[in-house]
């Protein structure tokens, strides 16, 4: 899907009522988001808008349509894969400090995976996939758009013609920005880079069998609240504070500001009313999917994942042959990893708040 993410219990319910429509397993089933931020609101994200009932609806019942045009458009084939370099993106964490080489600590990685026709060979569809977040455009954008990888499908398109069907899926990227951003024409060339990428990738193998097998498994992972409820008492009074001066003083020092304040307030509140009511999440319980597609490992997770991990489950399954997906069954928040979890600023440290985690 082209936007930001779902929430995680609509993207569940969302899978469930796919696997009822089409008699499969649920774990057969991952719905996937590229975490363009020019899409329109998908989820809970606290001070980032709302997303509309209507809309949410209409997308699950787009979505299990969809499902239901593929299963009746089968067609026997092989996989081939491929594995290029792309260089677009830039670590935003490491950034922050001058003495780290920002512009190396990425997973450059690029993953095409080619559908081919059994029998002719023919070329029926190229799943893309790579880590950079789809920020080009930044805050000042108000226009729908898919970022860069909409440059990146357009262009693949335009060389393998409307009978190819392209698809991007993105990696991981939760510390990974683009290098180049500002408007369209940077949104154009990085989407087209990528798309060389594509283009420019080696061949690593093509299915030698036909062994497909589709394993889920739900984890439970503890969350640690960051105060008592007397100390989200004082978060609450002291961000409400800062807003109404900030308000008072034309939105100084920034509107930015007055937002992070404001959702400070949403956030404290949130957990005060947990901790009133007895049930302040402690605990959440995302599910991660690992499929085996002949030779190919797919590995999906829930969260914006950091790009270090990433590279340790292409160790684990081998590089080379694994594909891993964020924004898989809705996004619980981020997954910071490695060296930069310490690091990061808002990542580790803030980004919780948005998602209305304690």
Request: with cysteine; proline share 4%; hydrophobic share 35%.
């Amino acid at each position: 899907c082209q936007i930001l993410g779902f929430d995680p219990d609509f993207s569940k319910q969302t899978e469930l009522m796919i696997s009822d429509a089409l008699n499969i397993p649920m774990s057969n089933i991952i719905l996937h988001s590229i975490h363009t931020h020019a899409g329109p609101a998908s989820g809970t994200l606290y001070g980032c808008g709302m997303a509309d009932e209507k809309w949410l609806k209409a997308t699950q019942k787009d979505l299990i349509q969809l499902a239901k045009d593929a299963a009746s458009n089968q067609f026997e084939g092989t996989i081939e894969y491929r594995t290029g370099e792309c260089d677009i993106g830039m670590n935003r964490v490491a950034r922050l400090y001058k003495e780290l080489p920002y512009q190396e600590m990425i997973d450059k990685e690029v993953g095409v995976i080619r559908l081919l026709e059994k029998g002719t060979d023919r070329l029926r569809a190229v799943i893309v996939n790579h880590g950079c977040h789809p920020v080009t455009l930044g805050s000042n954008n108000y226009t729908y758009t898919a970022d860069f990888p909409y440059f990146t499908i357009n262009k693949l398109e335009e060389i393998y013609g409307d009978d190819v069907t392209v698809i991007f899926t993105q990696g991981c990227c939760g510390d990974i920005d683009p290098s180049d951003r500002g408007n369209f024409e940077a949104t154009q060339r990085n989407g087209e880079r990528l798309a060389d990428s594509v283009m420019d990738a080696k061949f690593e193998f093509k299915n030698t069998n036909e062994y497909i097998k589709c394993h889920a498994a739900e984890v439970t992972l503890p969350l640690i609240p960051d105060h008592t409820k007397e100390g989200f008492e004082k978060v609450k009074e002291e961000a409400l504070a800062s807003c109404k001066k900030s308000i008072a003083e034309g939105y100084k020092p920034s509107f930015g500001h007055l937002q992070m304040e404001a959702v400070k307030v949403v956030w404290s509140d949130l957990c005060i009313q947990g901790y009133e009511n007895g049930d302040l999440m402690t605990e959440i319980h995302p599910v991660i999917k690992k499929w085996n597609v002949g030779d190919l490992v797919f590995v999906a997770m829930p969260f914006e994942i950091f790009h270090e991990l990433g590279l340790k489950v292409k160790e684990m399954f081998g590089k080379g042959k694994t594909v891993v997906l964020g924004y898989s069954g809705g996004v619980y928040g981020y997954l910071p990893y490695g060296q930069m979890y310490d690091k990061s600023i808002y990542e580790a440290k803030r980004a919780h708040q948005y998602y209305g985690h304690p």
